[in-house]
C-alpha cells in the first residue's frame, strides 16, 4: 500500500496510523511548510514552494478547479479583500492540482491523509481525490477537547460524514459506564511535549521559508509574533472588552445567548453566508429584538476569546466575559453559526438555533435557520428531542471521535484506524 500525507495535525498522529497499516509500501509526504517535515516518518517528501517553482504544466481542468474551489484563502480574499482570485493566484492552484493529479498516478497512492479540508492544496487534493476514486481521511481537532481527535473518510465540519447519517441516535441514549480510551500518562495538544515540538515545528518552518521550500499561499503563515502577541493579550494584559458593560458575572434577567466566531475562521468564512461578525451582530440583534423573547429576556453576546476586535451594539445588548459552559446551561436560548459551543448546548434541553453550515446542523438535535427566520423562530421554538440529543453526543464520542490527540493514542485506537484504512482501499481496488 502507498500512502501520501498532505499537512498533518500538528502531531506524529499520521504516522503513528501508518506505523500500524499491514503491508505498507511507502509513505509519501506533500507539505506547505517545511516544519510538517518534523512529525512525518515516512519515505520521501516534496515542498509546495519547491513544487510551484518547479512544475509549470497545467490543462483547462487544473484551472477550472483552482477557479471553483472554495477553500479558506479564495473565501477570504472574497470576503475581507473584497476581490477574485489573481491570474498568479490561479495559476499556483492550478500547478498544484496539476502536480498533485500526477502524483497519485505516478506513485500508485491507495491513500491520502490530510489535516482539515479547507486549506487551499487541501481541497483541491480532496476533490481530486474524489474525482479519482482514491480514498483519503481528513483530521481535526477532536469534538471532546483534549481527549480526542477527529477523523473522517468525507470530510471535517459541514462535509462531514456525520451530515447525511440517517440514524435514529436517540438508540444511543442510553449507553452508560463508558469511557475514553487514552493513555494513563497523556501528552494531548495543550501539553509542554506538544507546545515544545510545536515550538520546532515553527523554527523549521522559519528556516524553510529562507531555503524557499514553503508555499507562498498560506492559509496561516505561523509567524511567531501574533502568537506572542496573543499570549500578551490573552494572559497578561488585561483586556479591554468590546462594550463598557462587559460583565464577568452571569446575567441576571432571564435570557438569549449568542457566542461569537472568529470571522477569519473556516467556519464562518466558507460554511456561512455572512460578511462579518459586525453585520451578523446586527442582523442577530435585529431578530431578537422583533421577536416576542425581547419582551422578556436580554441577549447575551460573548466573544470568542482569540478576538481583539470591537463590535457597534445596542445599548440594551449585554456583552460577558463569563463562563461559556454556564452561559449555556442558564441561557433560555442559544443563537449560534456553527460554533463549537454548540456541542455544550446540545448536551442541554435548550433550543438551538444554527445559522450557518455544519455537521451537527441537523433537525434531530438543533433548529437549522436562516437569519430571515430567526425571529419568528425564537418566537416559536420547536420541541427539542432530548433522548436524541443524548444518543448523537454518545455516537460522536463513543462510536465517531478517535480517543486520544496530540502525542497519546492507545495502540488499540491507532490499529482501529489502521484497519478501517485497510478496509477502504481493499474495497476500492476490488471495485476498480
Same mark, same amino acid.
Given at each position: 500500500?502507498?500512502?501520501?500525507?498532505?499537512?498533518?495535525?500538528?502531531?506524529?498522529?499520521?504516522?503513528?496510523?501508518?506505523?500500524?497499516?499491514?503491508?505498507?509500501?511507502?509513505?509519501?509526504?506533500?507539505?506547505?511548510?517545511?516544519?510538517?517535515?518534523? =512529525?512525518?516518518?515516512?519515505?520521501?517528501?516534496?515542498?509546495?514552494?519547491?513544487?510551484?517553482? #518547479?512544475?509549470?504544466?497545467?490543462?483547462?481542468?487544473?484551472? /477550472?478547479?483552482?477557479?471553483?474551489?472554495?477553500?479558506?484563502?479564495?473565501?477570504?480574499?472574497?470576503?475581507?479583500?473584497?476581490?477574485?482570485?489573481?491570474?498568479?493566484?490561479? @495559476?499556483?492552484?492550478?500547478?498544484?492540482?496539476?502536480?498533485?493529479?500526477?502524483?497519485? @498516478?505516478?506513485?500508485?497512492? +491507495?491513500?491520502?491523509?490530510?489535516?482539515?479540508?479547507?486549506?487551499?492544496?487541501?481541497?483541491?487534493?480532496? /476533490?481530486?481525490?474524489?474525482?479519482?476514486?482514491?480514498?483519503?481521511?481528513?483530521?481535526?481537532?477532536?469534538?471532546?477537547?483534549?481527549?480526542?481527535?477527529?477523523?473522517?473518510?468525507?470530510?471535517?465540519?459541514?462535509?462531514?460524514? *456525520?451530515?447525511?447519517?440517517?440514524?435514529?441516535?436517540?438508540? =444511543?441514549?442510553?449507553?452508560?459506564?463508558?469511557?475514553?480510551?487514552?493513555?494513563?500518562?497523556?501528552?494531548?495538544?495543550?501539553?509542554?511535549?506538544?507546545?515544545?515540538?510545536?515550538?520546532?515545528?515553527?523554527?523549521?518552518?522559519?528556516?524553510?521559508?529562507?531555503?524557499?521550500?514553503?508555499?507562498?499561499?498560506?492559509?496561516?503563515p505561523f509567524r511567531i509574533r501574533p502568537?506572542?502577541?496573543?499570549?500578551?493579550?490573552?494572559?497578561? @494584559?488585561?483586556?479591554?472588552?468590546?462594550?463598557?458593560?462587559?460583565?464577568?458575572?452571569?446575567?441576571?434577567?432571564?435570557?438569549?445567548?449568542?457566542?461569537?466566531?472568529?470571522?477569519?475562521?473556516?467556519?464562518?468564512?466558507?460554511?456561512?453566508?455572512?460578511?462579518?461578525?459586525?453585520?451578523?451582530?446586527?442582523?442577530?440583534?435585529?431578530?431578537?429584538?422583533?421577536?416576542?423573547?425581547?419582551?422578556?429576556?436580554?441577549?447575551?453576546?460573548?466573544?470568542?476569546?482569540?478576538?481583539?476586535?470591537?463590535?457597534?451594539? /445596542?445599548?440594551?445588548?449585554?456583552?460577558?466575559?463569563?463562563?461559556?459552559?454556564k452561559l449555556v #446551561?442558564?441561557?433560555?436560548?442559544?443563537?449560534?453559526? #456553527?460554533?463549537?459551543?454548540?456541542?455544550?448546548?446540545?448536551?442541554?434541553? /435548550?433550543?438551538?438555533? *444554527?445559522?450557518?453550515?455544519?455537521?451537527?446542523?441537523?433537525?434531530?438535535?438543533?433548529?437549522?435557520?436562516?437569519?430571515?427566520?430567526?425571529?419568528?423562530?425564537?418566537?416559536?421554538?420547536?420541541?427539542? +428531542?432530548?433522548?436524541?440529543?443524548?444518543?448523537?453526543?454518545?455516537?460522536?464520542? =463513543?462510536?465517531?471521535?478517535?480517543?486520544?490527540?496530540?502525542?497519546? =493514542?492507545?495502540?488499540?485506537?491507532? @490499529?482501529?484506524?489502521?484497519?478501517?484504512?485497510?478496509?477502504?482501499?481493499?474495497?476500492?481496488?476490488?471495485?476498480?
Open positions: 500500500m502507498n500512502i501520501l500525507s498532505l499537512d498533518s495535525p500538528y502531531s506524529p498522529f499520521f504516522s503513528l496510523v501508518v506505523e500500524q497499516i499491514s503491508q505498507v509500501t511507502s509513505f509519501h509526504g506533500i507539505f506547505s511548510k517545511s516544519g510538517y517535515k518534523h =512529525y512525518f516518518s515516512g519515505d520521501k517528501c516534496h515542498f509546495i514552494g519547491d513544487i510551484l517553482v #518547479n512544475h509549470s504544466t497545467t490543462t483547462e481542468d487544473d484551472s /477550472k478547479l483552482a477557479i471553483w474551489s472554495n477553500n479558506h484563502y479564495s473565501a477570504y480574499v472574497r470576503k475581507f479583500e473584497q476581490r477574485e482570485l489573481s491570474a498568479e493566484e490561479i @495559476k499556483k492552484f492550478a500547478r498544484f492540482a496539476n502536480f498533485f493529479r500526477s502524483y497519485l @498516478k505516478d506513485n500508485s497512492i +491507495d491513500f491520502v491523509m490530510m489535516h482539515n479540508d479547507l486549506r487551499w492544496h487541501h481541497a483541491i487534493a480532496r /476533490k481530486i481525490c474524489i474525482e479519482e476514486g482514491t480514498p483519503f481521511c481528513v483530521s481535526e481537532l477532536g469534538l471532546f477537547r483534549p481527549y480526542t481527535t477527529t477523523l473522517d473518510f468525507h470530510g471535517v465540519n459541514a462535509n462531514s460524514s *456525520v451530515t447525511s447519517l440517517e440514524i435514529d441516535f436517540s438508540q =444511543y441514549a442510553d449507553w452508560a459506564g463508558r469511557q475514553l480510551d487514552v493513555p494513563n500518562s497523556f501528552h494531548g495538544h495543550e501539553s509542554k511535549t506538544s507546545k515544545l515540538n510545536f515550538a520546532y515545528f515553527l523554527l523549521l518552518n522559519k528556516l524553510g521559508g529562507v531555503a524557499g521550500r514553503n508555499s507562498p499561499i498560506l492559509h496561516n502568537y506572542i502577541k496573543r499570549f500578551w493579550e490573552q494572559s497578561v @494584559k488585561r483586556r479591554v472588552h468590546t462594550a463598557s458593560n462587559a460583565s464577568e458575572s452571569l446575567p441576571e434577567k432571564p435570557y438569549v445567548f449568542f457566542p461569537m466566531q472568529l470571522e477569519n475562521d473556516t467556519q464562518f468564512l466558507i460554511h456561512s453566508d455572512f460578511s462579518s461578525n459586525q453585520s451578523l451582530l446586527e442582523q442577530v440583534e435585529r431578530a431578537f429584538y422583533n421577536s416576542t423573547l425581547s419582551e422578556t429576556h436580554q441577549l447575551v453576546v460573548k466573544l470568542h476569546p482569540n478576538d481583539l476586535g470591537c463590535y457597534e451594539a /445596542k445599548e440594551e445588548t449585554l456583552f460577558t466575559k463569563a463562563n461559556t459552559t #446551561n442558564q441561557s433560555d436560548a442559544i443563537v449560534s453559526v #456553527n460554533s463549537t459551543v454548540c456541542m455544550e448546548a446540545i448536551e442541554t434541553d /435548550k433550543p438551538l438555533f *444554527v445559522l450557518g453550515r455544519a455537521f451537527f446542523a441537523r433537525e434531530d438535535v438543533c433548529q437549522p435557520i436562516s437569519i430571515e427566520e430567526l425571529s419568528d423562530g425564537l418566537s416559536n421554538p420547536k420541541p427539542v +428531542d432530548v433522548a436524541a440529543r443524548k444518543g448523537f453526543i454518545n455516537y460522536l464520542k =463513543y462510536e465517531y471521535s478517535v480517543h486520544g490527540a496530540g502525542y497519546s =493514542y492507545t495502540d488499540s485506537q491507532l @490499529k482501529r484506524i489502521a484497519k478501517q484504512i485497510e478496509h477502504r482501499v481493499k474495497n476500492t481496488t476490488n471495485i476498480k
